[in-house]
């Protein structure tokens, strides 16, 4: 999942949830809120931040990312 328009506009659309997924490449699984998308700062790769029940904040590059997953609602 490396389009950065596709994952862009998929993380938009869950930024308002408690309960996103997000699977790395590596097997590694982050569960939390989006707690920030940066994409457009100058000399960073994209990236997003997802704030977990521990109130930990873990970075997540977008060329990590495997899946996202929304458990909003399930």
């Not at 869950?14 to 790395?24: A, G, L, N, Q, Y």
């Not at 790769?45 to 109130?55: E, F, Q, T, Y």
Request: hydrophobic fraction near 40%; avoid cysteine.
């Amino acid at each position: 999942m490396n389009d950065f328009f596709s994952l862009m506009e998929k993380l938009q659309g869950m930024f308002d949830s408690e309960d996103v997924e997000i699977v790395t490449n590596d097997g590694r699984s982050f569960r939390g809120k989006i707690d920030n998308l940066r994409s457009t700062m100058p000399f960073s790769k994209p990236a997003v931040k997802i704030l977990g029940n521990d109130g930990k904040i873990t970075k997540i590059l977008f060329a990590d990312i495997k899946d996202m997953i929304d458990h909003r609602g399930q």
